[in-house]
């Protein structure tokens, strides 16, 4: 259930789910921390299989979500550790308000995960904020909506080519087309992205399409030109 992307650094790949009528891949990524807890990101829909493999890497200690969309399983995956401390990025304790969660998100690192993983916020939409992370050990930037890159083979179709305007299909990925035009003010979106290309990451995990194992630094650049 559990695919190792880097040191200490796993993901799991679960079912589809729809948005806006697309079949939208979802991917997890599991980031066994130096203090050999478990720290997770964006989680997919959670079986028995799944939470035996992550308990395997460590007892789960931190559960955070890129963005306001990627909430789907947080309720499931807190119930099944309601020790764990859930994270929330901005405007998603807004949108569930029916959820407790421990903190939002920002450009500074949670003192108990600072040795190992830095973020920052890509701020200045009016639609939605994301948390970008870079896990050092790997040398791993993870990013969740902002960018995609899906198969040639799975672009089919009008919504391929609609995936495919947008500039989300191939090597070539980006952020989608609606989301771009939400950032009516560029100049913290720049300064988030300039914080990435610093990190200078090797490798990119993202929640859909095809990660990258390495030269990401370029990678990245050329997805995120528009900013």
């Known amino acids: 259930m559990l695919?190792?992307?880097?040191?200490?650094?796993?993901?799991?790949?679960?079912?589809?789910?729809?948005?806006?009528?697309?079949?939208?891949?979802?991917?997890?990524?599991?980031?066994?921390?130096?203090?050999?807890?478990t720290w997770v990101w964006s989680p997919i829909e959670l079986t028995e299989n799944?939470?035996?493999?992550?308990?395997?890497?460590?007892p789960v200690a931190h559960i955070v979500s890129p963005n306001k969309l990627h909430h789907l399983a947080l309720p499931a995956w807190?119930?099944?550790?309601?020790?764990?401390?859930?994270?929330?990025?901005?405007?998603?304790?807004?949108k569930m308000k029916g959820v407790r969660f421990d903190g939002e998100l920002g450009d500074v690192p949670d003192r108990e995960w600072v040795v190992d993983i830095d973020q920052v916020v890509f701020r200045g939409s009016f639609a939605m904020e994301e948390v970008v992370f870079f896990h050092r050990a790997s040398r791993t930037a993870i990013f969740g909506d902002l960018i995609q890159r899906f198969p040639d083979e799975a672009a089919k179709g009008w919504k391929g080519l609609l995936l495919?305007?947008?500039?989300?299909?191939?090597?070539h990925g980006s952020t989608p087309r609606d989301w771009r035009l939400?950032?009516?003010?560029?100049?913290a979106a720049r300064a988030a992205r300039?914080?990435?290309?610093?990190?200078?990451?090797?490798?990119?995990?993202?929640?859909?399409?095809?990660?990258?194992?390495?030269?990401?630094?370029?990678?990245?650049?050329?997805?995120?030109?528009?900013?």
Request: aromatic residues 10%; glycine residues 8%.
């Open 78 to 94: 807190k119930s099944r550790w309601p020790q764990a401390r859930l994270h929330a990025p901005p405007g998603l304790a807004r």
């Open 3 to 37: 695919t190792a992307f880097g040191q200490n650094l796993y993901f799991a790949d679960g079912p589809a789910v729809s948005f806006h009528g697309f079949p939208y891949p979802t991917r997890m990524a599991v980031v066994r921390l130096s203090s050999n807890e």
């Open 182 to 187: 939400s950032f009516l003010s560029r100049n």
């Open 164 to 171: 495919r305007l947008d500039g989300l299909v191939g090597r």
């Open 50 to 58: 799944l939470a035996a493999a992550v308990e395997a890497v460590g």
């Open 194 to 227: 300039q914080k990435v290309l610093d990190w200078e990451p090797e490798r990119l995990l993202i929640a859909h399409g095809e990660c990258v194992g390495s030269d990401a630094t370029h990678v990245i650049a050329e997805a995120l030109r528009w900013i």
